[in-house]
């Protein structure tokens, strides 16, 4: 069975720090990433890695103050989020790619993950 189960959420000042991780099991994944959804808003890509190469890709959004990294060891994926904004809050979903694409963008496009967390919470005070 399938399990992504994200932690790490929270409530952060604007320019504070997070890091969240996202814990995968149950089979091996080609590329993970990180998505995220306010209020009324659609869901929007954050950041992706790949498991072989490690090639990463960023929202325009975030980039610069995001950064994903994947422990093989432990088959997680972190997210590190720095200078936090009001603009960041959302909750914050952990996804897996059960397959593996060529295309770069893929890495961005929800509909190509197979697999979801339930999401934690990210809440940045002005």
């Known amino acids: 069975q399938v399990q992504l189960i994200e932690s790490g959420g929270g409530l952060a000042q604007a320019g504070g720090s997070l890091r969240l991780s996202c814990a995968a099991s149950g089979r091996t994944f080609s590329t993970m990433g990180w998505f995220r959804q306010a209020p009324g808003k659609k869901r929007e890509f954050v950041a992706a890695i790949r498991g072989t190469g490690g090639r990463t890709y960023y929202a325009d959004s975030v980039k610069g103050r995001f950064t994903i990294a994947w422990d093989n060891a432990q088959n997680t994926v972190s997210l590190q989020m720095t200078n936090l904004q009001p603009e960041d809050t959302a909750v914050y979903y952990c996804?897996?790619?059960?397959?593996?694409?060529?295309?770069?963008?893929?890495?961005?496009?929800?509909?190509?993950?197979?697999?979801w967390g339930q999401g934690t919470q990210v809440t940045v005070s002005s």
């Open positions: 996804a897996a790619q059960g397959i593996w694409y060529s295309a770069i963008s893929y890495m961005s496009a929800d509909q190509k993950y197979d697999y």
